[in-house]
């Protein structure tokens, strides 16, 4: 059996103080979530047997997230939260080296065994707004929104010995082995590691306001330069070196709300070696002069297009009904990574992929999918989907008709899904087809 149990978030101090006046501690909300979990993994014939009782693995995992958000220094929004998960088991693991025939005894004791473990994090945002107006001219005005946000992130190491959760069996040699009591355990076990982060990112939605050629208020078109111009990176306080990440760069827009265009790129703060394998703790600022050095840009182009994109007249049923249906996709992607040349790789790589639907009719579907491959210069898999509505039967043709795959599939088929069984169908492949 599973079973989770969840209570919605509440605000325990919501009624405290003065009526009529919020302070930081009303905002603060609570909720519980847990989850009972009992599993076994043996044959049917031993389902029932003594060992099969020893063999169950089973749980209770509880989470309790704490969260609040405040006003600070009227324009900035502080957020504090503390996530606290819990463990109960019935037994733990305990481990002893046997120097008689040189052999780690693993046991499963019975014994009530739980563990807790917490994070804590924080963040810092505002709004910063800009506004550029243009007196002449198509474009109106342009506006720009900055949402700068400043975290921290924070989780102990808990296999510390103080926590008990770890423990250390000496091998032979004097080989130290650590391990967790909880190893089998339906939940896992609490996290190793100390982990800590201060995480700066930088969102950015630039928009264009233009005049109609009717001078009127409703007139007014917004377009949307970036959706969303993101940058960041982050810098881990507990790391003895190269604590600071790749700076990141991403962005997002629509154009003629048919296209979709979406870039990343990553920028390493450190110098790197010869062969561009590996980092040294030195800025690229005070060795190279530059905040960071570029080491990878994708991009990717994306068009949706179909009978209804360019059409806004209103259709009545009669016209839907009777119009030809059709759309096409279409997406490009390429990736290039700075410093990785050989004789075998290429830095720039690029995908291709399309396909399409046709409705001629109700009874009648055609639709089609393919790619490109840029490096052999050759369409990659694809295929050709035919089919007809047959009233309480339908004809699907299925064909690949180049490729290692070249094949045809032809089916006659009830529709009802209860007698999905009862069809006709013919295959042919590439093995014994002559498709020249």
Same mark, same amino acid.
């Given at each position: ?210 005049? =109609? +050629? %009717? ?5 007014? *078109? !917004?377009? @949307? /330069?970036?959706?969303?111009? #993101?940058?960041?990176? &982050? ?75 360019? =059409? +806004? %007249? ?5 016209? *839907? !009904?009777? @119009? /030809?249906?059709?759309?096409? #996709?279409?997406?490009? &992607? ?103």
């Amino acid at each position: 059996p599973d079973i989770s149990f969840n209570v919605n978030r509440v605000f325990p101090f919501k009624n405290l103080g003065k009526k009529g006046k919020d302070s930081w501690f009303h905002k603060i909300g609570i909720s519980y979530s847990s989850n009972i979990r009992n599993d076994i993994s043996i044959a049917d014939s031993l389902l029932f047997s003594d060992k099969s009782f020893k063999s169950f693995r089973n749980g209770i995992r509880h989470s309790i997230p704490i969260s609040t958000s405040i006003k600070v220094l009227k324009y900035f929004t502080f957020s504090p939260r503390i996530n606290y998960t819990e463990r109960w088991y019935t037994n733990q693991i305990n481990k002893n080296w046997d120097s008689s025939d040189s052999t780690l005894i693993t046991d499963t004791v019975n014994k009530f065994t739980r563990a807790g473990e917490y994070n804590i994090s924080a963040g810092l945002n505002t709004k910063i707004y800009g506004l550029i107006q243009f007196k002449k001219g198509k474009i109106k005005a342009i506006r720009h929104v900055i949402t700068p946000n400043l975290s921290f992130s924070y989780k102990p190491d808990f296999s510390e010995n103080k926590y008990g959760y770890y423990r250390n069996v000496e091998l032979e040699n004097g080989n130290i082995q650590e391990y967790s009591i909880m190893q089998n355990g339906i939940f896992g076990s609490p996290s190793k590691g100390k982990q800590g982060n201060i995480i700066l990112n930088i969102s950015n939605i630039i928009e264009a306001k233009l005049n =109609s +050629k %009717k001078d009127t208020a409703q007139k007014i *078109k !917004k377009i @949307k /330069i970036f959706e969303n111009l #993101n940058v960041g990176s &982050s810098y881990n306080i507990f790391n003895d070196s190269l604590n600071f990440n790749d700076i990141n760069l991403n962005a997002r827009t629509r154009l003629l709300d048919v296209i979709d265009f979406t870039f990343s790129s990553r920028y390493d703060p450190y110098i790197t070696n010869k062969n561009f394998n590996n980092n040294l703790n030195k800025y690229e600022l005070f060795e190279n002069g530059r905040l960071a050095r570029f080491t990878n840009a994708n991009a990717t182009v994306g068009l949706s297009i179909s009978n209804n994109t360019f =059409s +806004k %007249k209103k259709e009545s049923e009669e016209e *839907k !009904k009777s @119009k /030809i249906n059709w759309s096409f #996709n279409a997406n490009y &992607s390429i990736n290039y990574n700075k410093g990785y040349r050989s004789s075998e790789y290429s830095d720039t790589n690029q995908t291709l992929n399309f396909s399409g639907d046709l409705k001629i009719t109700d009874k009648w579907k055609f639709n089609f999918q393919s790619g490109y491959d840029f490096d052999t210069k050759e369409l990659t898999y694809s295929s050709v989907n035919i089919y007809r509505d047959l009233h309480c039967w339908e004809m699907i043709l299925n064909l690949i008709p180049i490729g290692y795959h070249r094949s045809y599939t032809f089916t006659i088929r009830v529709k009802a899904a209860i007698l999905q069984d009862l069809k006709l169908e013919r295959k042919k492949d590439w093995i014994n087809t002559d498709f020249n």
